[in-house]
């Protein structure tokens, strides 16, 4: 079975680049037809799905989001990572990974929080 470790640096200050990666274990990041998502949730408001790459490394993002998220895979790590720039207080939120299989989110990582603060 499919699981997913999100892990961040916790604490980011204002302007500067986060980086996010999801390591996946059961599977691979290249089996066909898995997407997989970056998911946020700041405190007190509801999911926003972020971005996502696919199993041929496609992607596509949010476009509120898309002019300062990127993300890349490393197959021989069975890793996602995603990069989110210019951060600020409002980009604090617990930040999930998630894998999008014949039309369901069918695995989360448990979370990671990060809070933008100087």
């Known amino acids: 079975q499919v699981q997913l470790q999100e892990s961040g640096p916790g604490l980011v200050k204002p302007s500067q680049t986060l980086s996010l990666t999801c390591t996946v274990s059961?599977?691979?990041?290249?089996?066909?037809?898995?997407?997989w998502n970056w998911i946020r949730q700041p405190p007190g408001k509801g999911l926003e799905w972020m971005r996502f790459?696919?199993?041929?490394?496609?992607?596509d993002a949010s476009p509120s989001l898309k002019s300062r998220t990127s993300i890349s895979r490393d197959t021989s790590k069975n890793q996602i990572t995603l990069q989110l720039s210019s951060v600020t207080p409002e980009d604090t939120a617990v930040y999930y990974c998630?894998?999008?299989?014949?039309?369901?989110?069918?695995?989360w990582g448990q979370g990671t929080r990060v809070t933008v603060s100087s």
């Open positions: 998630a894998l999008f299989r014949d039309n369901w989110f069918v695995t």
């Open positions: 059961g599977g691979s990041i290249t089996t066909s037809q898995n997407y």
């Open positions: 790459i696919s199993f041929t490394g496609d992607t």
